[in-house]
């Protein structure tokens, strides 16, 4: 055989795998081509947040006090920050869980197990896709309630803390779900929980219209750390809101503890 510049050469094939940082890349990229060309996840991650924030802050259905003037504050001020909370609950839980369950039951999860590319590295992918999906929503949410007349406020550290932190601990928990549940269940069980965390998590509906004891445990709860930490930081000007980190920082070790010790590729 003879070479380009006319030399006899020989060559051989030189079979591998790519670089694991192209390998993350390359998943990543897919992973977010087809969580956008889904309609259900574009129906969870996009459509949905917005109706929520432009119906409510443009009909007068939510009224919400404010310590400083004891009347009433603009909606948008109050729903702005929980829908973003809600961006995060669609994408890192329901829309991975979902997606995740389905890619377990046909066997793409243990296909691509036997790749070169580690497994590891394909939940790297996983979260790489979320983070940027949320990015595409924050980026939109924003836009859209500037235009509604949002006056943000506070430390964009903090939001960006509590955001990364909320993604975590949504992460862990939609990854635990779908490595565990038939995917028939999960798609159930992922649903009923997000309806159930948009009413009683503080994204539209605030937790003082709650009963004391309800609004104790909801509190608790990851959406209801992540909403009224955004609030508090975006609304009211407050600095960083330990406790709410401190939540989301504890359901993050748990659900990602849980999600690498019982998930299940098969």
Known sequence: MTAVDGTDGTFTPRPGAAPLPRMI??????ETRMLLRNGEQLLLTVIIPTLLLVLFSTVDI??????????????VDFLAPGVLALAVLSTAFTGQAIATGFE??????KRLGASPLPRWALMTAKTCSVLVTEILQVVLLT????????????????????????????????????????AEATLAAANLVFLLLLVGGGVIVPLEKFPDAARSVLE????????????????DGAGMPWRDL??????????????????RWE
Do not use: C
């Open 62 to 75: 939510v009224t919400v006090p404010t310590e400083e003037t004891g009347g009433s504050g603009k909606a």
């Open 220 to 235: 608790l709860l990851p959406i209801s750390a992540l909403s009224e930490g955004l609030r508090d930081v975006l609304r």
């Open 143 to 182: 836009a859209i309630a500037f235009a509604l007349g949002w006056s943000p406020h506070g430390n964009p550290l903090a939001v960006l803390l509590l955001l990364v932190l909320g993604t975590a601990a949504f992460s862990g928990l939609g990854l635990l779900m779908a490595g565990t549940l038939r």
């Open 104 to 109: 377990r039951r046909y066997g793409v999860l």
């Open 25 to 30: 890349r390359a998943q990543a990229a897919l």
């Open 246 to 263: 401190g939540i989301l920082a504890v359901w993050a070790v748990l659900g990602l503890g849980a999600a690498g010790r019982f998930f």
